[in-house]
C-alpha cells in the first residue's frame, strides 16, 4: 500500500520560494562569472579569439562559450569579426569605461595634486588608473604647465614596463601579475623586463620601498618615479609619477624625487577615505 506523503507545515512552504530564489541567485551569479571569464580573455596583445581559444582558455566546453558569447555580442559587449570566424571586445565597453572615468573620485580629488608635484619637481607628472591588464592615463601636466587628459587624450600604456604600472602590479595578487606574463612581456626598449622571474623580482623590490622606478623601459632615455594610490579598502587601483630625461633624473635625485611621489599619493588616498 502506497504511502501518503506528508503534507508540508507552513513554514517549509513558506520557505520554499526563498530557497527558490537563492538558488536562481547563485545561478545568475554563476553565470557573471562565466562572463567575465570569457572577456578576461582578452587583452592588447589577444585582440580577436576563436570559440576554440576562448573555450581553452576558460577550461570550459564550447557549447557554453558559445552561448556566452552571443550573449555578450548581444550586449555589443564583443563583436564579431568580418570573417566570422573570431571575436573581440565591443566599443560598449570603451563607452562604459568613459562614463566610470568620469565618475572617478580620484580625478576630481588628485588634479590639484596633480599640478602641485609637477610645480614642486619641474618634471611631467601622470595619474594613471589600472584597468586589469593596462594604465590607463586619466591626467598629466607636463613641464610647461599643459594639461592633458582623458577627456581630450586617451593614453593607455602597459603595466609591467612602466613606473606607474609597476607601482600597482607591485601590489595586486599573483593571479593578476600571472596574466599579465601570459599576454607577453613585450620588449619595448633594450631595458625593457621581458623575463617573467626578474618582473616578479622587481615588483618584490617596488613593494618594499613603496615606489617604482622606470629606467627607459617603455621610452628610450626617459626615466620615471611613481607610487600606488588606494581606495579606501586599502585596494591599490592607481598610481601618480614624475617622468622626465634620463639626465634630469640622475641616481643621487632619486631618494627626493621618490619621498615627493609617495607623499602624493599617500595624501591622494587618504583624501579618497583611504585609512592606514
Not at 153 to 182: E, H, N
Amino acid at each position: 500500500m502506497a504511502r501518503t506523503p506528508k503534507p508540508k507545515s507552513i513554514p517549509e512552504r513558506a520557505a520554499a520560494p526563498v530557497r527558490r530564489a537563492r538558488r536562481a541567485d547563485s545561478g545568475s551569479l554563476n553565470v557573471m562569472h562565466k562572463l567575465m571569464a570569457v572577456l578576461d580573455c582578452f587583452s592588447r596583445f589577444d585582440r580577436s579569439l576563436t570559440l576554440n581559444e576562448i573555450s581553452t582558455r576558460c577550461a570550459m566546453p564550447k557549447t557554453t562559450v558559445h552561448r556566452l558569447v552571443s550573449s555578450l555580442r548581444e550586449a555589443k559587449l564583443l563583436e564579431q569579426d568580418r570573417g566570422r570566424e573570431s571575436y573581440r571586445m565591443g566599443i560598449r565597453l570603451f563607452e562604459l569605461g568613459s562614463i566610470v572615468l568620469g565618475n572617478l573620485d580620484i580625478y576630481r580629488e588628485a588634479r590639484p595634486l596633480v599640478e602641485r608635484l609637477k610645480s614642486a619637481t619641474g618634471e611631467g607628472s601622470h595619474l594613471c588608473v589600472f584597468d586589469g591588464t593596462n594604465m590607463v592615463n586619466v591626467e598629466h601636466r607636463a613641464p610647461s604647465g599643459e594639461s592633458v587628459n582623458w577627456t581630450t587624450t586617451l593614453s593607455i600604456s602597459p603595466s609591467y614596463c612602466t613606473g606607474v604600472g609597476k607601482a600597482v602590479l607591485a601590489f595586486q595578487d599573483k593571479s593578476v601579475v600571472d596574466k599579465i606574463v601570459r599576454g607577453g612581456l613585450m620588449p619595448y626598449t633594450a631595458t625593457t623586463i621581458t623575463d617573467a622571474a626578474k618582473l616578479r623580482k622587481e615588483l618584490a623590490l617596488t613593494a618594499k620601498r613603496g615606489y617604482a622606478i622606470d629606467e627607459g623601459e617603455h621610452q628610450p632615455d626617459v626615466r620615471c618615479v611613481a607610487a600606488p594610490i588606494r581606495g579606501p579598502s586599502g585596494r591599490v587601483f592607481a598610481s601618480i609619477s614624475v617622468t622626465g630625461p634620463r639626465e634630469h633624473f640622475p641616481d643621487a635625485r632619486l631618494p627626493a624625487l621618490a619621498a615627493l611621489v609617495v607623499s602624493t599619493a599617500d595624501q591622494i588616498s587618504r583624501q579618497l577615505g583611504y585609512a592606514k
